[in-house]
């Protein structure tokens, strides 16, 4: 029996003691022991891994109906990922309204759009049995908040996440959209990858504020990106500055250009940047995201340029 398949059935290795025993890894009274590879056993090893691993690997297949998949993610949370992913989806329409926008929220565990998009109930069922989107502000969306209660946690272990992922995937009835925009969880685990590898991805969008412990992050999801080969459109530096609302001053409470600085360090580009501000806020948790409800704010001005400046990244679909 190989050493993988040992590893995928057992869950160790079963190596040779000094008497010539076999010594299963494991146990009370197991010996552990290990053995240095050769060079050549070494690069066989992970010639066979790669294999087995490109086998494993799942082929890339468009979303029916969807033109481009364009994904808001970040490496931490709470760094406002699912505001920019709202307001750059209305942001996106209110730039061009022949455009037929989607919103799709895979982070299972925490999912933020049916209340920034003010959405409740079940998805209905299309003749093909596809979920159909719920829609609001003339946005198409689906999200696990909309699967389970709204105070009902989701206590699932990765494979069930995976299938809950392939779901909304999958079983979605979206129609024709011309952008797709992904709101992803935080971090680099198992559904940015599932997501990234099972469906052609025009373009990432790193969200992050100026902090350093939320740069570190976003440094590593940007790398991510690069390494499953999803082109990173740039950054967008959240909670820039506070402004405050009688005297006017500028404090930037989360330090200054920390987003510019990973940037050049990547050699991307800030696509833009929004303030900490009370308005943007309060209208995230009203379920009025600021660029329908004060689409002549500032803080709106600031999504909709962001969103320019992400389709001007963009391919044509047809390329």
Known sequence: MGIWRRLLLFGGVSLRAGGGATAPLGGSRAMVCRRQLSGAESETLKQRRTQIMSRGLPKQKPIEGVKQVLVVASGKGGVGKSTTAVNLALALAANDSSKAIGLLDVDVYGPSIPKMMNLKGNPELSQSNLMKPLLNYGIACMSMGFLVEENEPVVWRGLMVMSAIEKLLRQVDWGQLDYLVVDMPPGTGDVQLSVSQNIPITGAVIVSTPQDVAL?????????????????????????????????????????????????????????????????????????????????????????????????RLPSPSE
Request: proline share 5%; charged share 25%.
């Open 216 to 312: 570190m992050d976003a440094h590593k999801g940007a790398e991510m990106f690069r390494k499953v080969h999803v082109p990173v459109l740039g950054l967008v530096q959240n909670m820039s500055v506070f402004q405050c609302p009688k005297c006017k001053h500028k404090t930037h409470i989360f330090g200054a250009d920390g987003a510019r600085k990973l940037a050049q360090t990547l050699g991307l580009e800030v696509l833009g940047d929004i303030p900490l501000h009370l308005n943007i806020r309060e209208a995230s948790d009203t379920g009025q995201p600021i660029v329908f409800s004060q689409p002549e704010s500032d803080e709106a001005k600031a999504y909709l340029r962001i969103a320019v400046e992400v389709v001007r």
